[in-house]
């Protein structure tokens, strides 16, 4: 597989992320809002596909599981306090202005990792950071502000995404022996099959659960795993840094979806909006996507 097919991955990935936000906001308005019975059921759903993933491509020479525990357990759990704030994000906002913002987890990250493990960066990377910041300044001015509580569980998820992403590059790195790709895909579905497990008991404290919800949640399941299981083949064929600037699309790919659906009369799901403020946030995530090619770039 060479660059162009790892960037249809990265491409892939994006929309299917981008298409995952709407249904997510959908559910929650349809169940009254209810992000814990969203983040359970479709977890469980994950999980259990990923169980049988597993078994069909677990290598028989891996090493004790105690190498494995420790990563896979920080990148799920700060993964589903990532999820869960996003979700929190969507009930009160448009997918369409929440997606472009999670590009915000560059500067989280950049915090992070300066504060705490005492990282470095080149100058064009704090340009690149500051342009970021300068970018959802822009999307939060295009169409009116979003609420302090919006800004917030958005960079809850920005802060959960980021250190779940520093202990996915430790998981990925203890496959390196079995490839990239292997090591990538492993890496996604040993950590969905422990969301599952995490997230099973909860069933048995949630009343009233039916069939109707469980096919509501299923989409927003789907495409999300397909979405992971495509990003980290893309990071396996074009390495994590090209990656993540193509994953990065999904903001812009977001805004444009979240107009059509919009024109299509699903206002209860994206609020119709005018051509100036489409351009201008169709502008301002190009500005982030600028951002974090340069970041990257920067390396």
Known sequence: MGTLAGVMLGLGAALFQALSYLYSRWFVAKH??????LLTLSHVLMGGISVVGLCLILPDNMSGWKVYFGPVAGCSLFYIAGQAALFMALRRSDASRVSPLLGLKLVVL????????????SLMQWVAVLLTVVAAWVMNQAGGRL???????????CAG??????H???LVDRFAAFGLLRAAVLSALLCYVFCGVC??????????????????????????????????????????????????????????????VAMAGFEDL?????????LRRIGAALMMLSAIALFYIGK
């Open 110 to 121: 950049a915090g992070i990792t300066t504060g705490w493990l005492s990282q470095t960066y």
């Open 161 to 166: 995404y980021s250190l779940s992403d520093l």
């Open 270 to 278: 994206e609020s119709r909006i005018t051509t100036t403020v489409l």
């Open 32 to 37: 009254h809002h209810n992000v814990i019975v």
């Open 147 to 157: 609420s302090r509580q919006s800004v917030i569980w958005i960079l809850g998820a």
């Open 168 to 170: 996915i590059r430790i």
């Open 199 to 260: 997230c099973l008991p909860s069933l048995f404290l949630m009343r009233k659960l039916n069939r109707e919800m469980w096919m509501r949640a299923v989409p927003f399941a789907a495409l999300w795993l397909i979405s992971m299981l495509l990003l980290f083949a893309c990071f396996g064929v074009i390495g994590v840094v090209f990656g993540n600037i193509v994953q990065a699309t999904r903001g812009l790919i977001s805004i444009v979806l979240g107009s059509m």
